[in-house]
């Protein structure tokens, strides 16, 4: 696997009045090409943070990103952000959205809409509006959008968070389908520890703010995994434990 990121030492401090607080106190990371990444860490430690220097909307301090052996300077079109707090247009429709990322005039920008709807589960609602979709179609039709442009890194921000444990399982679940089929980097920030063992390749724990990393944990199972699996769930408790809880 070759490097896709390689983050060197970076340091972050944010400024309040005369007071300043370090965030981010050296952290170094190589995320290869094709990986699945899951961060996690306290409340407040800084995860938000480090994915925002990581996608180029924050430049650390100190120490460099690289992505494709390029120093990160700022954000660009290989890269996509899905956060909690949705990105859907309410004045569009679900086509509509899944349209306006794509700037090729070459494609068919209906037919690639209606190919990322279908993929993601909402064959037939392409001409409904988010208000008329549920809360796991809305999340639904935000990865689409997301797939449509064919970013080469998706950047998750704790983007199942708002959902019930069920719907958030059917999500990933399909998230995890699209994967095979379609190539991508993934980071992904989540408070979830059984969501990070369930979809990533290795969980990096973050410590308290200022947040370095603590530790990394390999998750060797084939996808798809069974969360009842005990090995999984001896994983999940090993970083629970490594969080400070006690299973």
């Known amino acids: 696997m070759t490097d896709k990121i390689v983050i060197k030492n970076i340091k972050k401090s944010f400024s309040s009045g005369s007071e300043s607080k370090a965030v981010i106190d050296g952290i170094n990371l190589t995320i290869g090409d094709g990986e ?24 650390p301090d100190e120490g460099s990103i690289a992505v494709d052996g390029v120093e990160r300077k700022g954000p660009n079109a290989n ?22 990322g794509l700037n090729d005039e070459h494609i068919d920008k209906a037919a690639v809409a209606d190919h990322y709807a279908d993929l993601v589960g909402l064959k037939g609602f392409e001409q409904h509006y988010p208000r008329e979709l549920s809360g796991g179609m809305l999340k639904r039709a935000e990865i689409a959008r997301a797939l449509a442009v064919k970013p080469e890194i998706l950047y998750m921000d704790e983007p199942f968070s708002a959902l019930d444990a069920l719907m958030s399982l059917r999500i990933r679940t399909e998230l995890l389908r699209i994967l095979e089929e379609e190539r991508h980097t993934v980071i992904l920030i989540t408070h979830d520890v059984e969501e990070a063992v369930h979809l990533a390749n290795r969980v990096v724990v973050l410590s308290n703010r200022p ?36 299973c």
Do not use: Y
Not at 36 to 45: D, E, K
Not at 79 to 100: A, D, K, R, Y
Not at 214 to 243: G, M, N, W, Y
């Open 211 to 246: 947040a370095t990393i603590q530790t990394i944990f390999d998750v060797p199972f084939a996808h798809p995994r069974k969360l009842s699996d005990p090995a999984l769930q001896q994983l999940r408790d090993d970083i629970l434990r490594e969080l400070g809880i006690d």
């Open 79 to 100: 890269g996509i952000l899905i956060s909690q707090h949705g990105s859907v247009f309410p004045w569009l429709t679900v086509q509509q959205n899944l349209m306006f």
């Open 36 to 59: 699945f990444v899951a961060i996690v860490g306290p409340s407040g430690c800084g995860k938000s943070t480090l994915m925002k220097m990581i996608a180029g909307f924050l430049q």
